[in-house]
């Protein structure tokens, strides 16, 4: 059972660590005319959180892991980044023009999923986007006693009724962990624009 923790995250660190931004991450960004304010959950060693910094974004990063808080602090510039140690379960957001979280949402535990996904989508601005990463129910890491959510496609759709939906694909292929393991994976990318008085959105 794949139930990672400290250790596992500091090895996935120093591997992506100065790695590219993910390309659904930059595509959200590419669709303001201009920065605003960013929210990176699941922030990791920082990859989509220094891209945001790099096109003019205020960025709030948050991650559980003493080691990712660290590296995150690192990115600076200070004026315009946010570095939250929070499970993101705990974390009251503010609100914000972006909403990120590239390959973090999934190590919530079932438990408090639905509402953690609800209170960031509620974090969304109107006019605002959010790109998020989910994993689907064909992913290796299935299996009992996993710590992890995984969501099916039909669900991910109903989490977004209401929303402008730009992207929602599910990629299922075999391939490799960011450490260089074998791994089946099932992952659910959205992108997904917040309208005014859309459904599926709780009020403050
Ligand atoms: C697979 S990494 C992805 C990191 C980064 N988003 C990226 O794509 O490179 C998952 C990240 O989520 C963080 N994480 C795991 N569980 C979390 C939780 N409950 N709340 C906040 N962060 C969490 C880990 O510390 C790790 O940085």
Same mark, same amino acid.
């Given at each position: 059972?794949?139930?990672?923790? @400290?250790?596992?995250?500091?090895?996935?660190?120093?591997?992506?660590?100065?790695?590219?931004?993910?390309?659904?991450?930059?595509?959200?960004?590419?669709?303001?005319?201009?920065?605003?304010?960013?929210?990176?959950?699941?922030?990791?060693?920082?990859?989509? +959180?220094?891209?945001?910094? %790099?096109?003019?974004?205020?960025? *709030?990063?948050?991650?559980?892991?003493?080691?990712?808080?660290? /590296?995150?602090?690192?990115?600076?510039?200070?004026?315009?980044?946010?570095?939250?140690?929070?499970?993101?379960?705990?974390?009251?957001? %503010? *609100?914000?023009?972006?909403?990120?979280?590239?390959?973090? /949402?999934?190590?919530?535990?079932?438990?408090?999923?639905?509402?953690?996904?609800?209170?960031?989508?509620?974090?969304?601005?109107?006019?605002?986007?959010?790109?998020? *990463?989910?994993?689907?129910?064909?992913? @290796?890491?299935?299996?009992?006693?996993?710590?992890?959510?995984?969501?099916?496609?039909? @669900?991910?759709?109903?989490?977004?009724?209401?929303?402008?939906?730009? @992207? /929602? +694909? %599910?990629?299922?292929?075999?391939?490799?962990?960011? +450490?260089?393991?074998?791994?089946?994976?099932?992952?659910?990318?959205?992108?997904?624009?917040?309208?005014?008085?859309?459904?599926?959105?709780?009020?403050?």
């Amino acid at each position: 059972v794949f139930n990672p923790d @400290e250790q596992v995250w500091e090895r996935f660190f120093a591997a992506t660590r100065g790695q590219p931004a993910w390309g659904r991450l930059m595509k959200a960004a590419s669709m303001f005319d201009q920065p605003g304010d960013a929210l990176d959950v699941g922030a990791g060693a920082g990859r989509d +959180t220094a891209y945001l910094l %790099e096109h003019g974004w205020r960025v *709030t990063a948050v991650d559980a892991s003493p080691a990712a808080v660290k /590296l995150l602090r690192g990115i600076g510039p200070e004026d315009r980044l946010r570095v939250v140690r929070s499970p993101a379960e705990d974390f009251e957001p %503010e *609100t914000y023009d972006l909403v990120n979280a590239q390959f973090s /949402l999934p190590f919530i535990a079932p438990a408090r999923f639905v509402a953690t996904v609800s209170r960031l989508q509620g974090a969304v601005r109107p006019g605002g986007v959010m790109a998020v *990463t989910f994993f689907g129910p064909r992913d @290796e890491w299935n299996v009992p006693g996993a710590e992890i959510t995984f969501t099916t496609k039909d @669900e991910v759709e109903r989490l977004f009724d209401g929303w402008h939906v730009v @992207e /929602l +694909t %599910e990629v299922e292929q075999d391939g490799t962990t960011a +450490t260089g393991g074998a791994k089946h994976w099932d992952v659910i990318h959205v992108i997904a624009g917040s309208g005014p008085g859309r459904k599926g959105r709780p009020r403050a």
